[in-house]
T-cell receptor, first 115, second 112 residues
Framework: GAVVSQHPSRVICKSGTSVKIECRSL??????MFWYRQFPKQSLMLMATSNEGSKATYEQGVEKDKFLINHASLTLSTLTVTSAHPEDSSFYIC???????????FGAGTRLSVL | SQQGEEDPQALSIQEGENATMNCSYK?????LQWYRQNSGRGLVHLILIRSNEREKHSGRLRVTLDTSKKSSSLLITASRAADTASYFCATDAGQAGTALIFGKGTTLSVSS
C-alpha cells in the first residue's frame, strides 16, 4: 500500500532554534499534503493544507510565519517550526492523499521537544 | 477544526468484555474512518465505512454508521490487554484537497 515517510521521528532543540520536518510520499504523487499537531492526551488538530507549487492554507489560529510550509515537489512537503518555544513541543503528523480524493495516508509522526 | 464529540472520553474494562465507542460529527461525509493510537505512537488505520454503508466488520471490530443522526460507533468484541489505546474517528468529505477531521477520541484501558 501507499507509504508516507516522515523524518525525523524525534527532535530535541533549544528554544529559539528552527526545526524542519519532512514528509514524503514514497510511491505516489501527492498534490496535497496535510499537517496535524497533537498535544498530549488530545486529538489531532489540522494545522494546514500544503499545496504543491502554491501557498499553504492555514487553519484559523495557526501562525503561518511560525510554521513555514513548503511543498516544492509532488512527493515532498516540509514543515519548519521557526524560533521554537517550549509551547511548540508537540507531536506533528503529516498525511497525503493518494490519487486526488483517495485514501489519506499518515506519516509516523515527529515528536518535538523544545527545551 | 474538529468534527465533534466522541464518547466516552475514557473507558476501562476487563479482558474479554466488549468495548463500545461512539462518535458524532457535524458535516456531510463521504466516509468515516476509525484509527487507533498507542501512547506516544503514530496512527493505525482500523476500518473505513462509506456513507452508503450502515455496518461493517473486520475481525473483532464492528462499525456502524447512521448518517441521519451523524453518528458512528466502534465495537471491539472480546477485548484484550493489547487493545489498550486511544481510538479516534475521522470524517472524510472525499474531495481532493480536503483533510480528515478527527474527533476528540476515546481512551480505552483493558485490564487483564
Amino acid at each position: 500500500g501507499a507509504v508516507v515517510s516522515q523524518h525525523p521521528s524525534r527532535v530535541i532543540c533549544k528554544s529559539g532554534t528552527s526545526v524542519k520536518i519532512e514528509c514524503r510520499s514514497l510511491d505516489f504523487q501527492a498534490t496535497t499534503m496535510f499537517w496535524y499537531r497533537q498535544f498530549p492526551k488530545q486529538s489531532l488538530m489540522l494545522m494546514a493544507t500544503s499545496n504543491e507549487g502554491s501557498k499553504a492554507t492555514y487553519e484559523q489560529g495557526v501562525e503561518k510565519d511560525k510554521f513555514l510550509i513548503n511543498h516544492a515537489s509532488l512527493t515532498l512537503s516540509t514543515l519548519t517550526v521557526t524560533s521554537a518555544h517550549p509551547e511548540d513541543s508537540s507531536f506533528y503528523i503529516c498525511s497525503a492523499r493518494a490519487g486526488g480524493a483517495g485514501i489519506q495516508y499518515f506519516g509516523a509522526g515527529t515528536r518535538l521537544s523544545v527545551l | 477544526s474538529q468534527q465533534g464529540e466522541e464518547d466516552p472520553q475514557a473507558l476501562s474494562i476487563q479482558e474479554g468484555e466488549n468495548a463500545t465507542m461512539n462518535c458524532s460529527y457535524k458535516t456531510s461525509i463521504n466516509n468515516l474512518q476509525w484509527y487507533r493510537q498507542n501512547s506516544g505512537r503514530g496512527l493505525v488505520h482500523l476500518i473505513l465505512i462509506r456513507s452508503n454503508e450502515r455496518e461493517k466488520h473486520s475481525g473483532r471490530l464492528r462499525v456502524t454508521l447512521d448518517t441521519s443522526k451523524k453518528s458512528s460507533s466502534l465495537l471491539i468484541t472480546a477485548s484484550r490487554a493489547a487493545d489498550t489505546a486511544s481510538y479516534f474517528c475521522a470524517t472524510d468529505a472525499g474531495q481532493a484537497g480536503t483533510a480528515l477531521i478527527f474527533g476528540k477520541g476515546t481512551t480505552l484501558s483493558v485490564s487483564s
